[in-house]
């Protein structure tokens, strides 16, 4: 909206000059929009490389290879030519992608590693849940305070609002500290030190959604209704009793909504974490690629992922209605 | 903008949304220029009424002309003009909270023009509109907010950025539904002043639904009483008796049990 | 509080839900094979970890590998021209998936073209747009279905390492998410302000472009500064797949054992994301209010 000047000063531009404004949120978006536009001059992209005639033949070669094995052949020119699509060599080969993995190699079966992926995601995320509900009751205001849910009580001496900030401070840093770290780098680091096929990824997921349900879990406290809990806490009941009967019970279909969103991506990510070295379908991915280049194999085992990411995808849909009709 | 004021008329209107009936066998004449208001408990089916007139609500049976026109035949862009050229005040204000006043009282003109036109005009205000919009705020009382984002305002200035959005529509004839229920009874009484005051001074058509008797009866020349989708009464307001207050508001426990609402 | 014996368990629903998390969690712990003891490290993992959190409290300001040929950049300074680029290669794909998001978005939600109850839908609305709908839906499920990295090693594997196809990568999957988002937000906002102006006499496109949408912006601004962030993280990841972001310094130091340079790049990749959540909580907080 804006306001052309005039030579005569009209009410309508001195509303306008007066208008409420912020600086913050200007200043905020105009930076925002330079960062996004300003990282296409500052960055290395070379569009003449991106688009040259190396990278059509590249792309040529890894279309023509996407091609399962078996239904190729070798030319005369010693280059493996497409034969003619067969449902029936596909589908055997398929299946033995699906029982064996990658061919020649040592790896468990593709519906193998797709339930490992799923097993992953599932056990992290129900453990993120449970870590992540011990930190957010000493996360939220509402509740981490020495008076909690008695608006009339008056300040508690300072020492306990000292510790209890404390508390909720250091809470805060550690749930801040677990959601920055991308999951892929704690696997990468755990992976070192642990060596066990599965636990890494678990582990990094866990933290990693810990985080994030921790904070989420803890606003979802911030903004319950507190009638209920002041009600419960003039009659004297104590702060765990509290968290427990009121407030548990209150937020659960909220908590239960993000769970399911998380655990949506968790499944994405156990499939990438398995290009580690770790079991899930990344590890298929990954061995098809860098044993001899079988970009057949490759593809194919990303599309299984896909299969098992919208399968996730659906369950959750199905939950969250579940849980939605249920409140 | 300025349209000559437009009448209704309701032939035997009946809606039911499920198995409620909300309205049974309406009849109603409202002629131009005329100040209407239609009082009754909630419930009554005054709400279900109003939104019948812009055609918000589809009537199982009879007819529902506006200006003469049968909203039921209208085509589209017909009935865009039709909606176009009456002002609604809602109950729940209706506005978009998190934008300047000047933007929800310019998006009252959409219906009377194309998406390119409109689009343009809410980016790019031109000068007139802004001054147009100034106007109608001074005339509803709160100029100085015309730049304010409009939740930061009281519930009765919203009222007021909710009339303006009507008002500047350039409406042959304006409809309100209970537009004071959620403002405290001295705002009441200035809002209904206020919208009775403007239409009769733009000669527009009014109909407005009220809770209120007594502020009914000092503001309008003519009320129709409702209760549980019919009409109870309809009669100049000096007419009213005590009997009327007692048909519209009595407690019949039958009715009661019925209809929880 | 006496169980509810009409229900087939006393919670209902929601403890049907809980129930058969605990049971997946178990099943998910017993297939992988999973012991609690398997978590104390091995001899050479544990001595690992106490050599790697012992620099915790003392990353490094220099490099500290035993031979640094000349002309290379200090530590720091490569710590931080990774971030750089990282920052780069986040901006550079959210600016393709915002403005893809917005367009999938638009064609993604149901509020333009769902009709009016007088006016019924438009023939637009009966014929062509429920086919959009249902092609974008498909499209964005597609899109998101596959993860940036996986979408990135794919770029590697059809058209080799450039930069532009980790902007790519991560612009696909995120795009599709921003869509989702935004076509629902949209979807979701409330319908007051878009019912007074259908009563106005404004067009379905004129509902949503004016009622809805300025009513879900807050919440839009909110997500993408949200996803910018997570944009940071897989820019970071990026860098294990060859690309100079700060995953490739995290990985190099990391396996030279240069254990206080790996806490460098990570507390530079922590400042990073802690500062854009800090921006982006404060502009929230400006935007609801």
């Known amino acids: 909206m804006s306001v052309s000047a005039h030579a005569t000063e009209s009410e309508l531009d001195a509303l306008w000059r007066a208008r409420p404004r912020s600086r913050f949120v200007r200043v905020s978006f105009a930076l925002f929009g330079l960062l996004l536009v300003g990282s296409w001059f500052v960055g290395d992209f070379d569009f003449a490389d991106s688009f040259s005639d190396t990278r059509a033949r590249n792309l040529d070669r890894f279309l023509d290879e996407v091609r399962p094995y078996p239904l190729r052949a070798p030319g005369p020119d010693g280059t493996l030519e497409p034969l003619p699509w067969d449902w029936g060599v596909f589908g055997t080969w398929a299946q033995q992608r699906l029982t064996d993995g990658v061919s020649d190699r040592d790896t468990p079966g593709g519906l193998e590693s797709a339930l490992g992926t799923l097993a992953i995601s599932v056990l992290a995320i129900v453990l993120a849940a449970l870590a992540s509900l011990v930190f957010c009751g000493f996360a939220a205001r509402t509740l981490a305070t020495p008076r909690p849910f008695a608006p009339h009580a008056g300040p508690a001496p300072w020492p306990r609002r000292l510790a209890w900030q404390v508390v909720r401070g250091a809470t805060r840093i550690v749930l801040i500290v677990q959601r920055s770290m991308p999951e892929y780098i704690l696997a990468f680091l755990l992976l070192a030190m642990l060596r066990t096929p599965a636990w890494p990824a678990v582990l990094a997921l866990a933290i990693h959604n810990c985080g994030i349900l921790g904070r989420l879990a803890a606003e979802t406290i911030e903004n319950a209704d507190p009638r209920p809990a002041v009600a419960l806490r003039a009659l004297g009941a104590s702060r765990t009793t509290i968290a427990l009967t009121s407030i548990a019970p209150a937020i659960l279909p909220r908590l239960l909504t993000y769970f399911f969103y998380r655990w949506e991506t968790c499944v994405r990510e156990a499939t990438v974490l398995g290009i580690l070295g770790l079991a899930s379908l990344g590890w298929l991915i990954d061995e098809a690629q860098v044993s001899g280049f079988r970009y057949d194999e490759m593809v194919f085992f990303i599309g299984l992922g896909m299969v098992i990411v919208l399968a996730g995808d659906l369950l959750s849909a199905i939950a969250r209605r579940i849980v939605r009709r249920a409140s | ?158 009222q007021r950025v909710a009339v303006a959005r009507a008002l500047y529509q350039g409406p042959a004839a304006l409809l309100a539904d209970e537009p004071v229920s959620s403002v405290d009874p001295a705002r009441a009484r200035d809002t209904v002043g206020l919208l009775t005051r403007i239409s009769r001074e733009e000669g527009l058509t009014l109909l407005m639904s009220l809770h209120n008797l007594e502020l009914a009866r000092e503001f309008f020349p003519r009320l129709v009483g409702m209760r549980a989708g019919r009409i109870v009464f309809d009669r100049p307001s000096e007419a009213i008796t005590e009997a009327d207050f007692h048909a519209l508001y009595d407690l019949d426990p039958a009715e009661v049990l019925a209809d929880g609402a | 509080m006496a169980p509810d014996l009409r229900r087939p368990f006393p919670l209902g629903p929601r403890g049907f839900v809980l129930a058969g998390l605990g049971v997946a969690g178990i099943w998910a712990a017993l297939y992988l094979g999973l012991q609690p003891s398997d978590l104390t490290p091995s001899t050479g993992g544990l001595s690992l970890a106490r050599d790697f959190f012992a620099r915790a409290f003392s990353p490094a300001l220099s490099s500290e590998a035993a031979y640094v040929p000349d002309g290379t950049p200090g530590l720091l300074a490569l710590s931080l021209r990774a971030a750089v680029t990282t920052v780069v290669y986040a901006a550079a794909a959210m600016s393709v998936a915002l403005v893809l998001g917005i367009v999938l978005g638009f064609c993604a939600s149901t509020a333009w073209w769902s009709g009016d109850p007088l006016g019924g839908r438009t023939w637009f609305g009966r014929t062509v747009a429920p086919v959009i709908y249902g092609a974008t839906r498909v ?136 500062v854009f959540d800090a921006w982006s909580g404060r502009l929230r907080a400006r935007l609801a209010r």
């Open chain 2, 1 to 158: 903008m300025k349209q000559p004021a437009t009448g209704f008329s309701l032939d035997d209107v009946s809606v039911r949304f499920g198995a409620h009936a909300a309205l049974r066998g309406i009849d109603l004449e409202v002629a131009p220029g005329e100040a209407v208001a239609l009082v009754g408990p909630s419930g009554a089916g005054k709400s279900t009424l109003l939104r019948v007139l812009v055609g918000m609500v589809r009537p199982g049976a009879g007819r529902a002309r506006v200006g003469g026109e049968d909203l039921a035949t209208l085509t589209r862009s017909a009935l865009r003009r039709a909606r176009a050229s009456i002002g609604f005040v809602h109950q729940d204000l209706c506005l978009v909270p998190n934008v300047r006043v000047a933007r929800n009282v310019l998006s009252g003109r959409l219906g009377s023009q194309g998406l390119v036109r409109s689009t343009l005009g809410m980016v790019f205000p031109p000068r007139a509109a802004l001054d147009e919009a100034l106007a109608i705020l001074t005339r509803v009382g709160i100029p100085e907010k015309l730049f304010e984002r409009t939740d930061t305002l009281s519930g009765g200035q919203q």
């Open chain 3, 139 to 274: 499209l964005i499920g597609f899109m998101r279905s596959v993860h940036e990295v996986l979408w990135a090693v794919l770029f590697l594997a059809a058209v080799g390492l450039t930069p532009l196809a980790a902007v790519v990568a991560i612009a696909i999957p995120y795009a599709g998410t921003l869509a989702k988002i935004f076509s629902e937000m949209v979807d979701e906002a409330p319908r007051e302000a878009s019912h007074a102006l259908r009563a106005a006499g404004a067009s379905g496109m004129q509902q949503f472009a004016f009622g809805l949408v300025p009513r879900a912006l807050p919440d839009m601004i909110a997500y993408a500064f949200y996803r910018f962030e997570c944009a940071l993280r897989s820019s970071a990841v990026l860098g294990f797949f060859g690309y100079e972001t700060l995953g490739r310094e995290i990985e190099q130091s990391f396996v030279s054992t240069n254990y206080g340079e790996v806490w460098t790049h990570l507390y530079v990749l922590l400042a990073l994301v802690l």
